[in-house]
């Protein structure tokens, strides 16, 4: 049994029903007015009546539950989320989500704008709130597609745990759409690995801008991530060391805190470089047993007394996993733009080399209306470069699909997606776009010499 089907196991064992006393009151005398298990049935008459009082029971307490406003709060929120959008880029997680919901269902009013927390799903890592947004009137769609007016009339949102103010960074994001005209459903993930959040703490949910309109609506609610305590891991490893990144320079870093939990795995470095010593930011993973981990949203921050805080996600390790290694890389942004084969969008899927260290396989390239997805997968060390590039059949270049691209990594297959939303206006026809390409990774450098190691035993 998996560490998630534990949590699903132990919640349900755990979960405690609101009954009101007088149904009690009922179930009681039901109870014993029941046949006495241990006498035989005389009459056929009385094994009917038991059935039938079994089935009563069986409805009553059916009823009470998804009556119940936690458990109504529980399925309709979270699983109502997904359901009124397929293509979330978190739809992956959606059991994680449901396994680790605390339904909060708490709403302010202000501008006309009606601004809900339904639920909140958490663990040592992360914090994920969705809300809804209800407007008096009807939401005003900015000259764009829909993904691009959902993502600007989004709530703007800022966090607080116990007072303490949570500062929004790389690995964070968040994703909305509209359920109607007047109504935006949206989601949002807050990354708390550089925090010692207890079980049970406040969260303080300010929104200073919603579809556009300033005003403030402030929700505070009380969070307990109890249920989830045990099947984290979290190790503080405190491994002090430095590392020289071919430029003679010795940065010094520190192992702050390693975090494996259910929403996802993260480490957290802090150094006394400057935050803009952007050459200190990259790392690699490799596995007990040699094999190279995705990592992925890096985040750099600055403290108040000058220190940069690196913290990233990786898959790959577990907590039953003996150790693991982190490898400092280094790679010029500059690099010389050079090209790869061009594959054929028909004949996927493909692998590019893109280094000696690492490639890339393209898994398939699909155009919608309004978008156009790239799947892909990367094996041993990547850079973070999200550049392609469309030919036609004779291996012309064509035009950069307007709009903005963004990039995603499903945890639960291990597939990337750069999506290039294309603005309304995008007349081009994209069915002259059969080949693609990607920047190789020229100087790309792994410090082997130099890993850490990080043991979990």
Known sequence: MSDFDEIIKKNINNEKWAVPKNFDNKICTLMQNLPDGSVKMKRKVNTQKFIAVACVLLIFIIGISFNSPSVKAAVNNVIGYFKGNNDSKFSGDEVRFEALNNPIGIAVKDKGIKFTVDNIAVDDNFIYVFYTVESDKEIEKKDSTDELSAFFNQANIKYKVDGRALEFGANDDCEAYFESDRVLKGMEKVNISSVNLKDKFKLEILAESILGTKGTW???????????????????????????????INREITIDKVIISPLGNQIVITSDSNIKDYLLYYFAITDDKGNYSTIFNRNINETSNGKTIITFEFLGINKNSEYFNIVPIHFKFNSKDTQSEHLNISKLPETIKLSEHGSLTIENVKFYKTQIKISYRKNGVVTPYNFFKFFDKNDKELE????????????????????????????NDYSDYVKLYRAKDTDLNVFKDQAIKINLR
Do not use: C, Q
């Open 400 to 427: 950069k699909p307007s709009g903005y691209n963004e990039e995603h990594l499903d945890r639960s297959t291990g597939i990337y997606t750069s999506t290039f939303y294309l603005n309304k206006d995008d007349n």
């Open 218 to 248: 402030k929700i505070e609610t009380d969070v307990d991530k109890s249920k989830v305590a045990i099947d984290s891991k979290i190790i503080k490893p405190n491994i002090k060391t430095s590392i020289n990144l071919g430029d003679n």
